[in-house]
C-alpha cells in the first residue's frame, strides 16, 4: 500500500465533485472535486519546477486556499513541505534556507496556483514508504538554534487516524478553521481530522472574534490556542445560544488556565476539550470526548501513545513513544541523540506527572524551572496561586539571576495592584523559598503567534531585577 499521506486523505474524500471542502467567509464554497484539480495542477507545477521526491519545498506565504493546496501538492509529489512563519524576518528566514536547502522557496501561493492554471493536473500519488519525510517543523527554539522536526508520512497518518477517531468525527461536521498553517496545529491536527472526515472547513486567514462568532452557527468542531477562548469569552456576543449547537471545542498549543475553562463552561455549558501536542510528536495526550474533562489536565495518551516520568520522582520531564514522534532533527544527529534515552523514549522537555489512571499533568518546560538556593521551583504551583488573586489577570513566573539564591522567584503579573500585598498574600500558602521576591507589573504578557507566554522575553526583560 501507498503510504503517502495525500493518498490517505484523498482515500476519503467524497466522490460528488461539488461536496464543500473549503468554505470561504464572503459565501463562495470549493468544492472537494475544484480542490483536488488544484492540487494536482500545483504538483504537476512542482514537477515542472524539477521538484523531486525528498526534496524541500519552502513556504512562507499567507494563509489562503492555494497555500493549503500547495502543501497538499507537496505531499502528492513525495516532497517535503517545510512552512515558515509569515512573522519570520528575511534574516531569520535565511537561517531555514541555508539549513534545508529548499529546492523552492514559495512566497506568494496564489501567483503560484495561477502559474499552474493551464497545466493538467497530475493524477499520480507518487508512492512512498511511511518513513518518507513529509515535512520539516522548526521548532520555535527560543535559545539556541532553531531545529528542525522531521515528520514521516507515518507520523502524521497515525496521528490524524487516531485523533479521528478519538474526538468522535462524524458526518455533517463543519470545521471552524482559522489557525495559522505554518504550525502543527493549524496545518496537521485541524486539517488532516476534517479531511479524513471528507468534510467541510470554514476557512479564516486568520482569527477574528467578529468573523468566529459570524461563521459559528455553520460549524460544529472549533480548534484554537488559549488565545481565541479568552477574545470569544471577551466578546458579549459569545453566549450561550450562539455555541450551543458546537459538538466541541478543542484547545491546546499552550496551557490553558482554569479560570478560562470555568468562565466558558460558566457562559456556555461547556467544556473545553483541552490536548497536548508538540511539534516533534504531533498529539500526544487529550481529554475524552466522553468522560471528564478536567482543567489543568491534559487528559490521556492517545491510543498507541506510550508515556513515562523520567527521573524516578513523581514530576519529571516527560517521556514518550509511539507511532507519531519524530525521527529526528534535521541534520542535527547529537541533538537528536540527545533528547532520545538509551532505550528509544523522546524526551518531550515538559515536565509533568501522571496520575495511577494515566491522566496528565503538566507544570511547564524543564528550562523554564527555577532553582532557588538549590530547591526547584515550579513556576505553574506559584502562577496558579497568583491567578486567584483580585486584579491579577495573568502571571508568570521566572527565575532571574540573584547574588545569594543563584536564581530568586520573580513574578509577572498582567494587570495592576500592589506588589507587597501580592508578596504578603502568596506567602499564607508557599514556603518562603517559592514565594516571588519580586513583582513586575505589566499590561500584557508577551506571547508567540500560537499563544504561548514567552518567558525568555521576560526572563531577559528582568534579568537585572536583583542588580547584576
Ligand atoms: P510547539 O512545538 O510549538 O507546538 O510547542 C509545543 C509545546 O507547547 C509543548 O512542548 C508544551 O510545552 C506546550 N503545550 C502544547 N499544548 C499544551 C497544553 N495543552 N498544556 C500545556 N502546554 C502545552
Redesign the pocket.
Known sequence: MNGNLYALLASRFPTDPSAPCLMLPDGSQIGYGAFQAGIGRLAALLRARGVEPGDRVAVQAPKTPESLMLYLATLKVGAVFLPLNTAYTEAEVRYFLDDAEPRLFVTDAVALAAEAAGLAPLEHVHEVAPEALAAIIY??GTTGRSKGAMLSHGNLAANALALHEVWGFEPGDVLLHALPIF??HGLFIALHCILLNGGPMIWLAKFDDEEVLRLLPKATVLMGVPTFYTRLLANPGFTHEAAAHMRVFIC?????LESTFAEFEARTGQRIL??????EAAIITSNPLHGERIPGS?GYPLPGVSLRIGGGAETGVIEIKGPSVFSGYWRMPEKTAEEFTADGWFR???VGRQDPDGRVW?SG?AKDLIISGGYNVYPKEIELILDELPGVGESAVIGCPHPDFGEAVVAVIAGAGDEAAVIATARQSLAAYKTPKKVFFVDDLPRNA?G?VQKNVLRDRFKGAFGG
Do not use: F, N, Q, W
Not at 491546546?252 to 490553558?256: E, T
Not at 483541552?274 to 511539534?279: A, P, T
Open positions: 521548532t520555535s504550525h502543527v491546546g498549543s499552550a496551557p490553558l483541552e490536548r497536548y501536542g508538540m511539534s491534559v518531550t522537555g515538559d503538566i518546560r500560537m504561548k
